[in-house]
């Protein structure tokens, strides 16, 4: 980070926006049964602009909880990040069907106290000690991401520490840290070249997984690499990434959907990047809200506030929340810029 660092807010706040409206808008048509098939694009389009309120889930509530906590404290801790997340449950009742086994986190935290020394062990001790592999992680990194726009190496500590504090599984984590990659990658690119992205991301992954000899995540890109090139059929895509609650089968397929939607898909009209984003991820089926959301996320963060159009937010209950926490987020980064900027100033001139 320097002091001529530009800090592109646009994309700071495309980038929760993208995740909000995908949440919201894939809400409508969350499938939790297993063998989820996708679903009719025209039935996706007609159903969305025929609901005049599309309404958030756990995975904005959780979202907003970590960028609150980072605006509130100026940084990432962990405790912080975990008390606010554990109040999004206990502080509002009719939020609580959202929530599925992570609240059994939040109430041994209840019952324990958030301490630094034990805050992770809950979700160590999920499954019988294996930890939750879903992709409840992934989908809230943003933030983190946003925080750290400017240092990667950063950004995946604290996504691995944000992480681990609800899922124990490493499946889970390193989902996680790929889904913060590619929006890392998004705020950085300025012309959409889905190659160079995927490849980008193989690479990350190659080496976040060279301590596994079953590479899952490099196995999963690979098949999205293919994809890319092929224009490959929805129902076959689906069929090889998957498209439940697991990060493994959650984030390949987010990233899918965002690098197929830089450029024009088949039987989605419309000339938006973020629109098409947005339609294919939900038209994928399965754990729609949370596969559109991050899917969302990444879009957003490449083509900022600006280009996310009207038509997709107003539907959107509260879409204001995720346009100030950008924001505020920016700002927050930029007072660290200033203050790092303001101390090499200063000792130079005693140098």
Request: aromatic content about 10%; hydrophobic content about 45%.
């Amino acid at each position: 980070m320097t002091s001529e660092t530009v800090l592109d807010s646009a994309r700071f706040r495309g980038c929760l926006i993208g995740a909000y409206i995908g949440d919201c808008a894939g809400g409508l048509f969350k499938q939790t049964k297993r063998d989820c098939q996708p679903i009719a694009v025209q039935h996706v389009v007609d159903t969305l602009f025929s609901k005049n309120c599309w309404l958030p889930t756990d995975a904005s509530y959780l979202t907003s909880a970590v960028a609150r906590s980072i605006v509130d404290s100026g940084s990432f801790i962990d405790v912080h990040v975990a008390q606010y997340m554990a109040d999004c449950y206990f502080e509002f009742p009719e939020r609580r069907k959202f929530f599925t086994t992570i609240k059994d986190v939040f109430f041994a935290w209840k019952l324990n106290g958030i301490k630094t020394k034990t805050v992770y062990f809950p979700a160590a001790q999920q499954f019988r000690g294996s930890g939750s592999y879903g992709n409840g992680a992934a989908v809230r990194v943003a933030p983190l991401v946003l925080l750290n726009c400017f240092d990667l190496d950063s950004a995946l500590k604290e996504v691995d520490e944000s992480s681990s504090l609800t899922h124990g599984n490493l499946l889970a984590v390193r989902g996680a840290k790929l889904q913060a990659r590619a929006i890392f990658e998004a705020l950085h690119i300025h012309q959409p070249d889905a190659a160079s992205f995927i490849a980008t991301l193989i690479s990350f992954c190659k080496k976040m997984e060279v301590d596994n000899q079953f590479k899952f995540y490099s196995n999963r890109l690979r098949k999205v690499q293919t994809f890319l090139a092929d224009n490959t059929d929805p129902k076959a895509v689906v069929s090889a990434l998957g498209n439940g609650i697991k990060a493994l089968e959650a984030v390949p397929l987010a990233i899918y959907c965002a690098l197929r939607a830089m450029t024009p898909v088949a039987g989605i009209i419309t000339e938006s990047a973020f629109d098409r984003c947005i339609i294919l991820a939900i038209s994928m089926g399965g754990d729609t809200n949370v596969i559109a959301s991050m899917a969302g996320a990444i879009t957003g963060a490449w083509i900022g506030n600006g280009r996310i159009s009207v038509l997709m937010k107003m539907p959107c209950y509260d879409i204001e929340e995720p346009e100030v926490l950008g924001s505020e987020l920016a700002r927050v980064l930029q007072e660290r810029i200033d203050k790092i900027a303001a101390f090499k100033k200063e000792m130079n001139i005693r140098v």
